[in-house]
Antibody, heavy 119, light 107 residues
């Protein structure tokens, strides 16, 4: 059974870079059947898709965040990573990684990690 | 971006009630519509994908229908563990977008 686990700092200062890692267990990140996505949820709010990356390294980002986002994949470690630059308080959210089927649904999800942007 | 609008935003219901949640897309998304359940402090859980296909392990009291722009999630007989927030999501066009959520509360 595939499981995902996010990790990274829970507190980031404004203007700095948010960096998170998602470790996949129970399955290979090199599968051609899935994308690997990042999704965030602002406190008490809805869900926002940040983008996805394929095992080959090809990626697609939400245009609303594209200028600040970089995703990467490390197949040797079965991990994907997210970098979000120049963060502000508006980037405070729970960040999830999830496996995305090629037809676009997300399953499973990691447990999520709260990142707070504050000085 | 395709806008997803859920209604109602919240509802109160009793155990055993039939509950229906609606999701409307701002343009046709054919059947690329998926439903999730989220409980407080937990990640969303996939219930239904491509409008009407029940995810493995999800109870059969959950069902989905619709195509084009209008979709419905139905819980045939609400159980105590079903009190949660439900989200729809479209994957017809990137960026994938979600509805704002429907909170199902105990009456």
């Amino acid at each position: 059974q595939v499981q995902l686990q996010e990790s990274g700092p829970g507190l980031v200062k404004p203007s700095q870079t948010l960096s998170l890692t998602c470790t996949v267990s129970g399955g290979s990140i090199s599968s051609r059947d899935y994308y690997w996505s990042w999704i965030r949820q602002h406190p008490g709010k809805g869900l926002e898709w940040i983008g996805y990356i394929f095992y080959s390294g090809s990626s697609y980002y939400n245009p609303s965040l594209k200028s600040r986002v970089t995703m990467s994949v490390d197949t040797s470690k079965n991990q994907i990573s997210l970098m979000l630059r120049s963060v502000t308080a508006a980037d405070t959210a729970v960040y999830y990684c999830a496996r995305e089927d090629l037809e676009g649904w997300f399953d499973p999800w990691g447990q999520g990690t709260l990142v707070t942007v504050s000085s | 971006d395709i806008q997803m609008t859920q209604s109602p935003s919240s509802l109160s219901a009793s155990v055993g009630d039939r509950v229906t949640i609606t999701c409307r897309a701002s343009q046709s998304i054919t059947s690329y519509l998926h439903w999730y359940q989220q409980k407080p402090g937990k990640a969303p859980k996939l219930l239904i994908y491509t409008a009407s296909t029940l995810q493995s392990g999800v109870p059969s009291r959950f069902s989905g229908s619709g195509s084009g722009t209008d979709f419905t999630l139905t819980i045939s007989s609400l159980q105590p563990e079903d009190f949660a927030t439900y989200f729809c999501q479209q994957s017809h066009s990137t960026p994938q977008t979600f509805g704002q959520g429907t909170r199902v509360e105990i009456k």
